[in-house]
């Protein structure tokens, strides 16, 4: 998919979401702490900031489905091989002191 394509299918899933929440653009808008007019551009085109995204997502509760765009990554094998020589393998106790012996 181009840059363009991906901008249009999220505008449109983003407007999608806001109407089956049944939230007029105006409400979203006025939660959000948005102009009328970026949320617009946004249902429109999908152009808009990361952060008026964020906005967006969170008023029309959607603000959890941004997990799934970028999981936490885990460890690669490499990694979890690098540090498996690294493990404890038994507990460590601190030495007592030897108290001199009176002969």
């Not at 109407?19 to 948005?34: F, R, T």
């Not at 949320?39 to 997502?57: F, M, R, W, Y």
């Not at 959890?64 to 404890?88: T, Y």
Request: with cysteine.
């Amino acid at each position: 998919m181009s840059d363009k394509a991906v901008l249009s299918e999220l505008a449109h899933r983003v407007k999608v979401q806001r109407l089956n929440a049944g939230l007029a653009q105006s409400d979203v808008a006025l939660k959000a702490g948005i102009s009328r007019r970026a949320l617009v551009n946004l249902e429109g085109s999908g152009v808009c900031t990361l952060a008026l995204l964020i906005k967006v997502l969170r008023v029309i509760g959607q603000i959890n489905q941004l997990e799934g765009l970028l999981p936490e990554p885990g460890l690669s094998p490499i990694q979890l091989a690098k540090l498996k020589g690294h493990e404890r393998q038994r507990a460590f106790a601190p030495r007592r002191r030897h108290k001199p012996r009176n002969e």
